[in-house]
Nanobody
């Protein structure tokens, strides 16, 4: 059974930092492209960051320079380090394990975590 379990969310003041973790079981994070997406109330889900072999990372323009995605294959865990947080970063953050769809030429989530809420507020 595949499980992606996120942790590390919470309440933080603007300008603060948080590190989210996504612990995987049943799959190897090294074998997938791993992503973090977020969904704020009333808004569409957006991909925040992705890491894929051989360590290539991609970020949404809104988080470039502030967020860093990384992967520890030995711990089978993916991280999202978030700095200089803004109120507009408030959302539920979800970890995904993705595979490349040759028909659509895009990455498609195969497995989802349950999400962890992040609230940026003073």
């Amino acid at each position: 059974q595949v499980q992606l379990v996120e942790s590390g969310g919470g309440l933080v003041q603007p300008g603060g930092s948080l590190r989210l973790s996504c612990a995987a079981s049943g799959i190897s994070v090294a074998a997938y492209a791993m992503g973090w997406s977020r969904q704020a109330p009333g808004k569409q889900r957006e991909l925040v960051a992705r890491i894929r072999n051989p360590g290539i990372t991609n970020y949404a323009d809104s988080v470039k320079g502030r967020f860093t995605i990384s992967r520890d294959n030995a711990k089978n865990t993916v991280y999202l380090q978030m700095s200089s947080l803004k109120p507009e970063d408030t959302a539920v953050y979800t970890c995904t394990a993705e595979t490349f769809n040759r028909l659509t030429y895009s990455f498609t989530p195969s497995h989802w975590g349950q999400g962890t809420p992040v609230t940026v507020s003073s």
